[in-house]
C-alpha cells in the first residue's frame, strides 16, 4: 500500500492510498479526524460499505504479468499489428535514448506533457508534485534524434509487485513527423519499460484504468494482450460536506478530460483520466 500526503490550505488533511486492501482501507476509515479526505485507487478488494464513505465506485483496468517474462508477453499480445509496431520501433532505436527517473526526465516529462495536456484539455502537471511522488513514482522520457518524444510517469508498489501507469503524453500532435514516429516509439517505450520492471521483480504491468473494449484507447491499452481485472476507488472522510466540495472540484475537471478529443489506437497516449483522474485533487 502506497500513501501519499497533502495538506490543503493549511486546514484539510487529504491522503491519496494506493492499492490498499479492505481491512487496512478499513482501518483507515476508522481512524479519520474531522479533517480528513482520503481516497484510495486501485484496490483490488471490494471496498463498498465502509465507515464515512461518500462514495465507491467499481472499474476496470489491464493488467499485463510480467512474471511471465518477455517471450510469453511478446507472444500474448492480442494484435499482430502491436508486435509489428515494436519491432518496426527496434529499427530505429539507433535514434533513440531513454531516461528514467532522473531530473533531467522530469525537466522533459514536464515540458512534453504540460505541451500535450491543454491540447487533450486536460489540466497540466505541477513540478511540486514530483516531489510529492519521489519515493514511488518515477518519469520515463524517450528521446527520438535527440528531441524528447514520448513520456509516461509510473508509479511502483514493490512490496505489491505492480507498476501502474498514471499519465502518458507525447509531442505526436505537434507535426506529421512527430506523429508518425511516435506510432511505435510509444509502443516500443511501454514495451521497454515492461523489460525492465520484469528484470526488477515486479509481477504486473497496469495499464491505468480501461472504459469499454470500444474505446480506442482501452483498445491501444489491451492490445498488449494484457487481462481486465476489477479494481475499486473509494472516497472516505471524517466530514461529508467538506469530500463532497472536494469532489464537486474533482468532477469537474474529470468531466472536462472526459471531452478531449479521440486518441487514434495505433500511437495512442493514454492517461489516467481515460478512466478515472488521480491526480487533480
Not at 492499492?19 to 482520503?38: K, M, P, T, W, Y
Not at 501507469?165 to 514516429?181: I, K, M
Not at 474505446?215 to 476507488?233: C, M, N, Q, T
Request: proline content about 3%; hydrophobic content about 40%.
Amino acid at each position: 500500500m502506497l500513501t501519499f500526503h497533502r495538506n490543503v490550505a493549511g486546514l484539510l488533511h487529504y491522503r491519496k492510498v494506493w492499492f490498499a486492501g479492505r481491512a487496512a482501507a478499513l482501518e483507515i476509515a476508522h481512524s479519520l479526524q474531522a479533517n480528513d479526505v482520503v481516497r484510495c485507487f486501485g484496490a483490488s478488494e471490494d471496498l463498498a460499505g465502509l465507515p464515512h464513505a461518500v462514495m465507491h465506485r467499481q472499474l476496470r483496468t489491464s493488467w499485463v504479468d510480467l512474471a511471465a517474462g518477455p517471450e510469453n508477453i511478446l507472444a500474448g499480445m492480442k494484435r499482430k499489428s502491436c508486435r509489428y509496431e515494436i519491432r518496426r520501433a527496434e529499427k530505429m532505436l539507433d535514434q533513440v535514448a531513454i531516461e528514467t527517473g532522473s531530473a533531467q526526465a522530469q525537466r522533459d516529462f514536464l515540458a512534453v506533457y504540460n505541451d500535450f495536456a491543454p491540447r487533450k484539455r486536460l489540466p497540466k502537471f505541477r513540478a511540486a508534485w514530483f516531489q510529492e511522488y519521489s519515493v514511488h513514482a518515477e518519469p520515463v522520457v524517450l528521446y527520438f534524434q535527440g528531441q524528447p518524444l514520448c513520456c509516461h510517469l509510473l508509479l511502483r508498489d514493490a512490496q505489491r509487485g505492480i507498476v501502474r501507469l498514471l499519465h502518458s503524453g507525447s509531442r505526436r500532435l505537434l507535426t506529421p513527423e512527430d506523429a508518425a514516429a511516435c506510432g511505435a516509439l510509444n509502443r516500443y517505450l511501454h514495451w521497454h519499460e515492461m523489460q525492465r520492471y520484469h528484470r526488477e521483480g515486479f509481477a504486473v504491468f497496469d495499464f491505468g484504468g480501461i472504459r469499454g473494449q470500444d474505446d480506442l484507447i482501452s483498445r491501444f491499452k489491451l492490445s498488449f494482450g494484457g487481462a481486465i481485472v476489477s479494481e475499486h476507488y473509494a472516497l472516505l472522510s471524517g466530514t461529508a460536506w467538506l469530500a463532497r466540495l472536494g469532489n464537486f472540484i474533482y468532477e469537474r475537471l474529470r468531466s472536462r478530460a472526459s471531452f478531449s478529443k479521440t486518441i487514434e489506437p495505433r500511437g495512442a497516449d493514454s492517461s489516467s483520466a481515460a478512466a478515472l483522474s488521480h491526480e487533480r485533487i
